[in-house]
């Protein structure tokens, strides 16, 4: 990776723009006319970025963040459609989502606009996160038919508490960026014109902290059991794929696409 090189990654639809300089690299999920939406592409481009950046010396902190006025409005849904449910291998946003969790070195989450499922869930992966006012967060996971993914049904309640964490989760809805800064999910909250200026700082200070000691540092503060927070990860996505299968999920993808209230009365397990 060399100082000052933009490399953008193009894909079908959508793209992760990298961008490396003064020990800082930024990660930029890019897919406008979907609100930055993930798909598989996305995914395996991030993995990859954040695997090469966890052992390059020269890449002290990592910024994350989407294009333009929306963080991510989540999973690509029509990559739903055109997963491989017969491979052995794991999808890759799981990949990434390990990639993520791993990740040695500090993370900060540039938030700004929708920030819906994975877009939530990643954020409990990053070590420091900043919004902007008009920043909507949800993990709308019920609603769709599917559950929670990245590890957010074992990392939530012991973040919130049970009862908020069944809240969120159960019931679904959004919640501002006043609430995820009450709630512990967003550390500050800036004008969206304020904000780029701001992590940029708060990310030079850390690329100019001692290394080891930060990365040390990190491992501390995330005392929690790496295994079991993998298996949780593994668990959450074979169930989220059998509900991919379901009635429910079907129901919730088919009114979304005809601009209609899904109707679950119907729907099996």
Avoid: W
């Amino acid at each position: 990776m060399q100082q000052d090189n933009r490399t953008q990654n193009e894909l079908k639809t959508g793209s992760i723009q990298q961008f490396f300089d003064k020990n800082i690299l930024t990660l930029t999920m890019s897919n406008p006319t979907k609100k930055n939406a993930i798909n598989y592409e996305m995914y395996a481009t991030l993995s990859l970025a954040l695997d090469e950046a966890a052992t390059n010396q020269d890449v002290h902190v990592v910024i994350l963040t989407g294009e333009g006025a929306a963080f991510t409005s989540g999973n690509d849904v029509n990559a739903f459609e055109t997963r491989d449910t017969t491979s052995s291998k794991p999808p890759s946003s799981i990949v990434f989502l390990k990639s993520l969790a791993t990740f040695p070195k500090p993370i900060i989450a540039k938030v700004n606009g929708v920030a819906i499922g994975i877009g939530s869930t990643m954020l409990l992966h990053c070590d420091l996160v900043y919004a902007s006012q008009n920043s909507i967060f949800q993990f709308p996971f019920v609603n769709l038919g599917l559950v929670p993914e990245a590890g957010s049904s074992y990392i939530l309640p012991r973040l919130l508490g049970f009862a908020r964490a069944s809240e969120i989760i159960l019931l679904g809805e959004k919640f501002s960026a006043d609430q995820a800064k009450n709630y512990g999910l967003v550390n500050e909250i800036f004008e969206a014109t304020e904000l780029d200026q701001v992590v940029e700082d708060v990310a030079t200070k850390l690329a100019h902290k001692p290394n080891q000691a930060l990365q040390l540092s990190k491992k501390l503060l995330r005392d929690m059991p790496i295994d079991d927070l993998l298996n949780r990860i593994d668990h959450e996505s074979t169930i989220f794929s059998h509900c991919l299968q379901g009635s429910e999920f079907k129901e919730a993808l088919s009114a979304f696409r005809e601009k209609r209230k899904p109707n679950f009365h119907n729907q099996t397990v």
